[in-house]
């Protein structure tokens, strides 16, 4: 009987798989402390696999996010991640030096800094200028008004602090053919519709951004985690990236 396991073997000798591992050292730091999966995702036209630290993100989200706050000139001193499901993303973000509060609507278990919240509910049960970093991983596709997250992250940031939002790529070429072809971008399927419920494209968040008084310093793709791209032709990352990541800070 021809087995998944040997099924898959024979996928990445084909070719139509090819497992791409990072060799970036603070990701290579986290593998003996947290899980690691391997897990696929598209990049342009092809299908890979990468064993990547496992979260409810595409394959080189949280690695790109984990890069660029380990980028910044300074650790932040105090982070809010949006939507922090079980944990396990809060726990990496303390492990590298960040103080962090956690918020979700359905937490497993809550610890000092974590708050079960709707982030559909205004405001947020935060003060005005309370956090140096906020990451908005797999969140803005989820909220019924995305216009409201960025004027409550606007509000509770600290001034020059950082905003990191990822979030599905509907722009890319992949992307555009399924919308054609079925009338759905993936992700936004029905039987995704009870969760994804708010396709942005870039566009749309550089609209929102720009009126909130948010100002786009960097835009980066997942796949390009693995292939070692650091693209700064925002086309060529929104056409081939199944999912992207947004580096934003304050306008004074």
């Not at 024979?10 to 899980?35: C, E, H, M, Y």
């Not at 992250?153 to 020059?160: A, H």
Request: proline share 6%; charged share 20%.
């Amino acid at each position: 009987m021809f087995s998944s396991t040997k099924f898959k073997n024979w996928l990445k000798k084909s070719g139509l798989f090819t497992i791409k591992v990072s060799a970036d050292p603070l990701i290579d730091s986290l593998r003996q402390q947290f899980d690691f999966r391997e897990r696929s995702f598209f990049y342009g036209w092809r299908k890979y696999l990468a064993n990547s630290l496992y979260c409810h993100a595409s394959p080189g989200v949280l690695e790109t996010i984990l890069r660029e706050l380990a980028g910044q000139k300074a650790a932040p001193a105090g982070l809010l991640n949006l939507g922090g499901g079980s944990g396990q993303v809060s726990s990496i973000f303390e492990f590298i030096g960040d103080k962090v509060s956690n918020v979700d609507i359905a937490l497993d278990q809550e610890n000092e800094n974590d708050i079960s919240w709707n982030l559909n509910q205004i405001p947020y049960p935060f003060a005005d200028k309370s956090f140096d970093a906020i990451i908005a991983q797999e969140i803005i596709e989820h909220l019924e008004n995305p216009w409201e997250l960025f004027r409550q992250v606007k509000r509770i940031l600290k001034p020059g602090g950082l905003f990191i939002v990822s979030m599905p790529n509907i722009l890319s070429f992949r992307s555009r053919l399924k919308f054609l072809l079925t009338g759905y971008f993936p992700w936004f399927t029905p039987d995704c519709f009870a969760y994804h419920v708010h396709p942005i494209p870039f566009w749309q968040l550089e609209i929102i951004a720009r009126q909130i008084g948010f100002q786009i310093k960097k835009l980066q793709g997942n796949g390009d985690y693995f292939f070692q791209s650091r693209q700064s032709n925002w086309k060529k990352i929104l056409r081939k990236n199944e999912e992207i990541i947004i580096s934003l800070k304050p306008q004074p």
